[in-house]
């Protein structure tokens, strides 16, 4: 693949309020994360649905984890193998932040 665009979508789903400092924290308990691979021969798309992260709306900041191997979507079972020990290296790096 000679030129790879990555596009990350996070839809929540559900927030808790949390109070922490003095400012509002929110959870994101629920949500999805996505992300497609363009390349001349093939499309490849996976999502996961074990995303979590936190929202403070008064600072405009956000963080979000995602497991890397709970990703699916991909186009063979070798694929999401390939993901996950060449380029990913998830027993490495189990979580992306």
């Known amino acids: 693949m000679k030129t790879i665009f990555v596009v990350f979508f996070v ?4 927030f808790t309020s949390l109070f ?4 509002k924290i929110f959870s994101v308990k629920t949500g999805k ?3 497609q691979s363009e390349a ?9 649905s074990d ?3 936190l929202l403070e709306i008064e600072k405009k900041l956000f963080a979000f984890k995602v497991r ?3 990703f699916d979507g991909f186009n063979s079972s070798l694929q999401k193998e390939h993901f996950n020990e060449n380029y990913i290296e998830s027993h490495k790096f189990p979580e992306a932040f």
């Open 51 to 53: 995303v979590r992260g």
């Open 20 to 23: 922490a400092q003095g400012g």
């Open 40 to 48: 001349p021969f093939e499309t490849i798309r996976a999502s996961s």
């Open 33 to 35: 994360i996505t992300f």
């Open 11 to 14: 839809l929540v789903t559900c």
């Open 68 to 70: 890397m191997e709970t």
